[in-house]
């Protein structure tokens, strides 16, 4: 198992690391910030079987996504578990981001340009078959510089699927109603379905999708047809986008090419050249 992984040339060298301080908070452990090399990182903490075969797999998959709108992985060490090593994103999550900002300090342009950054990491992973799974504005990061990318993909989600019980702890009101049924369906159509979610989320500054409703009715509603209103103030060729993304059939949702092409139509409209 390691052979493969220094094969690979992703195993970094604990010594060289150094650890900073606790950034935030995983469902596995902690993510502290820290410096590799002169570059600023961040760690993840993982407790895990790491020589599970998931680990490779994705481990090798994860050497071949660069993609200026996915979080970069810079490798992983074996210590107590594992660590993930990666760029760090100093502006947190977009949902934390968008909450304790508001309306008032983030513009209508600011908002298209993340869910443009997004559906770019998005494509690329589509143009890769790579499904994420847990798409949400929780699982984007931002960049000093505003850049928003996609987070939580490969290594973490090959972690949660060798440790317990998954359907526990479904992602319900980010979830394609295929996604939710009894055995598990997940494409690149459930991952557009959680795209609109997650345009409903940058849209309305981080609120809880399908605000005062329970996990069941979500659930319940959603199979019968019910879908979210456009946030306040929304733009009405983003509403029109995210119910698309909510379309029941999953093939008659769009790709992620088709709503990259969207979007950077709609931000050409209002940032001319
Ligand atoms: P999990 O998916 O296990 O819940 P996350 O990857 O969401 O863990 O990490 C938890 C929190 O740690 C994030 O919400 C974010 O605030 C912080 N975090 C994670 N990765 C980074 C990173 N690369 N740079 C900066 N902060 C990060």
Redesign the pocket.
């Known amino acids: 198992a390691e052979m493969e992984l220094t094969k690979a040339g992703w195993l970094l060298d604990i010594t060289v690391l150094k650890l900073g301080h606790i950034?935030?908070?995983?469902?596995?452990g902690a993510?502290f910030d820290g410096e590799y090399l002169a570059q600023r990182v961040?760690v993840?903490t993982i407790k895990c079987d790491v020589t599970a075969q998931a680990f490779l797999q994705e481990a090798t998959v994860m050497t071949k996504l660069q993609h200026k709108n996915l979080?970069r992985l810079l490798g992983v060490i074996l210590h107590k578990g594992l660590l993930i090593v990666?760029?760090?994103?100093t502006k947190?999550?977009l949902a934390n981001f968008l909450r304790t900002r508001g309306r008032s300090l983030v513009g209508s342009v600011q908002l298209l340009r993340f869910a443009l950054d997004v559906c770019e990491g998005m494509a690329y992973l589509e143009s890769k078959k790579l499904v994420h799974r847990d798409l949400a504005a929780?699982?984007v990061?931002l960049s000093d510089d505003d850049v928003a990318k996609v987070?939580?993909f490969g290594l973490?989600r090959a972690a949660s699927r060798v440790s317990d019980d998954q359907r526990a702890k479904l992602p319900v009101r980010w979830s394609a109603p295929e996604a939710l049924t009894k055995e598990v369906k997940y494409s690149t159509k459930s991952d557009v379905w959680s795209y609109g979610i997650l345009l409903w989320e940058i849209f309305s500054y981080g609120r809880q999708p399908y605000p005062k409703m329970s996990l069941k009715e979500v659930m319940e509603r959603v199979e019968g047809g019910f879908r979210m209103e456009a946030p306040e103030d929304c733009l009405p060729a983003i509403y029109a986008l995210m119910t698309i993304c909510w379309a029941k059939e999953p093939r008659r949702r769009p790709t992620f090419h088709k709503m990259r092409e969207k979007l950077e139509q709609e931000m050409k409209k209002r940032c001319p050249g």
């Open positions: 950034i935030g908070e995983g469902e596995f993510v961040a993840k979080v990666t760029e760090l994103m947190g999550n929780r699982n990061l987070s939580d973490t």
